[in-house]
């Protein structure tokens, strides 16, 4: 765990792919109890730590982690993901393929925004996504489905390598595997995701997405708080650094 930003009210910590941010079925010790373990011994607390969890990343997925380090934080930050007043920016490597430049063409005619080959502008995407519960997986739409919700997101390229493009992703709306289903149904998987159509896995099982840089108003000294993430110590990542 690294700590990349705290205060008397939040604390930000970089999470590694393969950490959960929360305790789960697996019974895998969470990154929410490694950082309240951080704070006791650090300002030598006695008793219970509090910590508030108000979001979470994929286990895959490594990046940014904001949590609340008080009650009156954690109500606000609830308040501020919800009302979309927290801007965070993620990283993702995509494959270059012949058959995702067809799809993500394909995909482009229908959104407002996204024209022609790839380049450094911003295109947006808008599917309907449906959850699948026991698969733990969305699935794209182009229209609107029964169950479905509306996802929206904008992308720019920012880098290329030999075999891959990175893309800047920014969501307009927060959907279950969001960014994963709506690069996917364009034909631009992201690295290592097997879910979501990638041929190939991550050595270390993680995908390529990253929670690069979080933006907002501080809840309670309401300064501007803008942090970024490190790369990930990989030699992929460490070509677009």
């Known amino acids: 765990m690294e700590v990349v930003y705290e205060d008397n009210h939040i604390i930000i910590v970089y999470k590694e792919s393969g950490e959960i941010v929360q305790g789960d079925k697996t019974g895998d010790r969470p990154l929410s109890d490694i950082v309240k373990d951080y704070i006791k011994e650090k300002y030598q607390k006695p008793g219970a730590v509090f910590l508030g969890v108000v979001h979470r990343l994929d286990r895959p997925v490594s990046g940014l982690?904001?949590?609340?380090?008080?009650s009156k934080a954690l109500t606000r930050l609830n308040n501020m993901f919800r009302d979309g007043e927290v801007h965070k920016t993620y990283w993702a490597i995509v494959s270059k393929t012949e058959e995702g430049r067809s799809k993500k063409e394909e995909v482009r005619r229908k959104t407002e925004e996204?024209?022609?080959?790839?380049?450094?502008?911003?295109?947006?995407?808008e599917?309907?996504?449906?959850r699948n519960e026991k698969q733990n997986k969305s699935y794209a739409y182009d229209h609107e489905v029964p169950n479905s919700k509306k996802a929206i997101l904008k992308y720019r390229v920012i880098g290329h390598s030999d075999r891959y493009t990175l893309l800047e992703v920014n969501l307009l709306t927060g959907r279950h595997h969001q960014i994963r289903c709506q690069l996917a149904a364009m034909g631009c998987p992201i690295k290592g995701d097997l879910k979501?159509?990638?041929?190939?896995?991550?050595?270390?099982g993680s995908i390529s997405l990253l929670s690069h840089r979080v933006e907002f108003i501080h809840p309670v000294s309401k300064e501007r708080i803008v942090v970024e993430s490190p790369l990930p110590n990989d030699p992929l990542w460490q070509t677009f650094k």
Not at 196 to 204: E, F, I, Q, V
């Open 65 to 70: 982690v904001v949590f609340a380090r008080t």
């Open 114 to 125: 996204g024209r022609g080959e790839m380049d450094d502008s911003s295109h947006t995407l």
């Open 196 to 204: 979501y159509g990638a041929k190939r896995s991550n050595p270390d």
């Open 127 to 130: 599917h309907w996504l449906v």
